[in-house]
């Protein structure tokens, strides 16, 4: 099981640009974004949705 918060503020910090940047790989930036929802505390299940 994946628990909320396993990310550190800079790791956290440097996923967040990489989902804003709009010349990132679009896969690149959905991964980097189902990350940050799992540190938020969602389940895999409802990421895959």
Known sequence: MIRPGFLSFEDRRELEACVRRHRVDHGV?????????????KSCAQIAE
Do not use: E, I, T, V
């Open 29 to 41: 930036a959905r991964r980097a974004n189902a990350l940050l929802l799992l540190d938020d505390g």
